[in-house]
T-cell receptor, first 114, second 109 residues
Framework: SQTIHQWPATLVQPVGSPLSLECTVE??????LYWYRQAAGRGLQLLFY??????ISSEVPQNLSASRPQDRQFILSSKKLLLSDSGFYLC?????????????FGSGTQLSVL | DAKTTQPPSMDCAEGRAANLPCNHS???????VYWYRQIHSQGPQYIIH???NNETNEMASLIITEDRKSSTLILPHATLRDTAVYYC??????????FGKGTRLSVIA
């Protein structure tokens, strides 16, 4: 069966510090991978998605970046965190079956930038 | 730029059916209707999706009107564990999903 691992579960970082969140998927090949963010009291915002190694699409220009160094690994990074980067970060994967998408989400990382 | 309209909140008595409406009057022929839910502090969970026909699975039923301009998610026997935010999403296939604000369903004992 497929599983998705996302860590850490919680993170407190000072403003201006770097960030690296990692997500890995097991039990499937060539998944589509996604990073979403949910600010306090708001909906989910799509940040990045990837359909293959090295292929990254950015939905919202900001000081975050994403990389996919391996087929089942997706990394979210920042060189210098801002207060506005605080939120609940979720990684998700999907495999296109037929022509619809079914997303499976990780357990999320609660990031607090102070 | 939301494609769907959902009530911000609803209450449902435990054991009763929860009927969550969604309006998507501008839906295109190639767009699916997806439903996800998010329990507090967890990632969203897929519930069901449909294109034209009504659908049923072990979690819920999806009723899509004939003109496809609205749909209803039905949880046949709501339990306290069904308390969550429910998202109705309309997107073409092969397109990353965009989540709106959803409906906060509170199941009351």
């Amino acid at each position: 069966s497929q599983t998705i691992h996302q860590w850490p579960a919680t993170l407190v970082q000072p403003v201006g510090s770097p960030l690296s969140l990692e997500c890995t998927v097991e039990g499937t090949s060539n998944p589509n991978l996604y990073w979403y963010r949910q600010a306090a009291g708001r909906g989910l915002q799509l940040l990045f998605y990837s359909v293959g190694i090295g292929q990254i699409s950015s939905e919202v220009p900001q000081n975050l970046s994403a990389s996919r160094p391996q087929d089942r690994q997706f990394i979210l990074s920042s060189k210098k965190l801002l207060l506005s980067d605080s939120g609940f970060y979720l990684c998700a994967w999907s495999v296109l079956t037929q022509d619809y998408e079914k997303l499976f989400f990780g357990s999320g990382t609660q990031l607090s930038v102070l | 730029d939301a494609k769907t309209t959902q009530p911000p909140s609803m209450d449902c008595a435990e054991g009763r059916a929860a009927n969550l409406p969604c309006n998507h009057s501008t839906i295109s022929g190639n767009e699916y209707v997806y439903w996800y839910r998010q329990i507090h502090s967890q990632g969203p969970q897929y519930i069901i999706h449909g294109l034209k026909n009504n659908e049923t699975n072990e979690m819920a039923s999806l009723i899509i009107t004939e003109d496809r301009k609205s749909s209803t998610l039905i949880l046949p026997h709501a339990t306290l564990r069904d308390t969550a935010v429910y998202y109705c999403i309309v997107m073409p296939g092969n397109t990353p999903l965009v989540f709106g604000k959803g409906t906060r369903l509170s199941v009351i004992a």
